[in-house]
């Protein structure tokens, strides 16, 4: 993992603030940050303090993260099985902070007939940490397969997740 130093930070003793930060970042194209979450120890005097990572930390406008995984969306459950006729659905949300709001991009693709909402999932700066619903029907269909559909979820600069809906035909 590359280090950037952390070239100015100031503060006063009692009122520690990092107030400001230039980050100096190695030449060459932007890369996707993975792992960049920042430690710092600040000694004055005989006080040693050492904070927490920050959770919108970015680089070259790209999320990072504090646990060594790229900025990702979630989705829950992966998988489920649905009685034909009846309905399920997902949450999803974002691994960290984007730094624009966007709308959750979604495709479906698979067999049978399947419905579902006409809405579209918005992410935000500030919601992004927010589980949002989603829900999914299964269509009464005439023939006997257990058809199957999979949702992809996309987000811009994030990557994707997936959910299965299997259906469980009652013919
Ligand atoms: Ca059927
Ligand atoms: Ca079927």
Redesign the pocket.
């Known amino acids: 993992m590359p280090v950037i130093p952390v070239r100015r930070w100031s503060g006063a003793v009692g009122a520690l603030v990092l107030a400001t930060v230039a980050i100096v970042a190695p030449a060459g194209p932007a890369r996707a940050a993975v792992g960049c979450a920042v430690d710092y120890t600040a000694t004055i005097g005989s006080h040693t303090g050492v904070n927490t990572p920050p959770t919108n930390w970015r680089v070259n406008g790209v999320a990072c993260v504090t646990d060594g995984e790229p900025p990702t969306v979630i989705a829950d459950p992966t998988s489920d099985s649905v009685p ?1 006729g009846t309905g399920a659905g997902f949450r999803v949300r974002l691994s960290h902070p984007p730094a624009e709001a966007a709308y959750l991009g979604m495709t479906m693709r698979g067999t049978g007939g399947w419905v579902s909402q006409p809405v579209m999932l918005r992410f935000t700066p500030t919601n992004w940490s927010s589980w949002q619903g989603f829900a999914v029907g299964s269509v ?6 257990d058809d199957v559909v999979v949702f992809t979820l996309s987000f811009p600069g994030y990557l994707s997740d997936t959910v299965t809906f299997t259906q469980i ?3």
């Open positions: 034909e009464q269909d005439a023939n006997t397969v035909d009652d013919d």
